[in-house]
């Protein structure tokens, strides 16, 4: 148990579907993450929030939309995937931007598949 | 682009200490070397981070070298469950952290 926690564990979903993966950390952190992993593929950073601003946003298509209404919670909105966007998606958060010597943690991740 | 070159796999027999290399040539003065380790499918677990001095906690050894440009893991008696993809990161000011391919350990019986 890291302290954060998404839900849902596992989501499967069609291209036309809309859904959301939620994030939540009770850790006192200020900065949350967005990663996605791809099979057989290193962790990409998709988006950082830094006291729910967003600060990161490394190129990613709109079809993917995130939104930190706190510090606490963190949401992927996911709208018209396509098959190649399933991937194990992991939340993490940490101290604020600029506090590098503290960790960060990571949710244990929503595992999508779209079909 | 992850700062850090580390060897694809290794293996290591239960019990012996795993030593697991990391390669930082390009590490800046005020970066931190971080240590994360992810069993399958699961999110990557932390285990322990340094700036210039050797640190020990209750998982690992850092040990990083004086010119802070290589530092090596060390799991000092690896057991089956120590089996997973080791990541070394570099840690920036703007606090974000990037992963690399890691080092797949292998613990043998």
């Known amino acids: 148990e890291t302290g954060v926690t998404q839900t849902p564990r596992h989501l499967v979903m069609g291209m036309t579907n809309k859904k959301s993966l939620k994030c939540e950390q009770h850790?006192?952190?200020?900065?949350m993450y967005w990663y996605k992993q791809s099979a057989k593929k290193p962790l990409e950073l998709m988006f950082v929030y830094n006291f729910k601003e967003q600060t990161e946003n490394n190129s990613v298509p709109s079809r993917f939309s995130p939104e930190c209404p706190n510090s606490s919670h963190l949401f992927l909105h996911l709208h018209t995937l396509q098959p190649e966007d399933s991937a194990l998606y992991l939340c993490?958060?940490?101290?604020?931007?600029?506090?590098?010597?503290?960790?960060?943690?990571f949710g244990q991740g929503t595992r999508l598949t779209v079909v | 682009d992850a700062k850090t070159t580390q060897p694809p796999s290794m293996d290591c027999a239960e019990g012996r200490a795993a030593n697991l290399p990391c390669n930082h040539s390009t590490i800046s003065g005020n970066e931190y070397v971080y240590w994360y380790r992810q069993i399958h499918s699961q999110g990557p677990q932390y285990i322990i981070h340094?700036?210039?001095n050797n640190e020990t906690n209750e998982m690992a050894s850092l040990i990083i070298t004086e010119d802070r440009k290589s530092s090596t893991l060390i799991l000092p008696h690896a057991t089956l469950r120590d089996t997973a993809v080791y990541y070394c990161?570099?840690?920036?000011?703007?606090?974000?952290?990037?992963f690399g391919a890691g080092t797949r350990l292998t613990v043998k019986p």
């Open positions: 993490a958060s940490s101290q604020g931007q600029g506090n590098t010597n503290t960790e960060a943690f």
């Open positions: 850790l006192g952190h200020n900065a």
């Open positions: 990161i570099v840690r920036p000011n703007n606090n974000d952290m990037r």
């Open positions: 340094g700036l210039k």
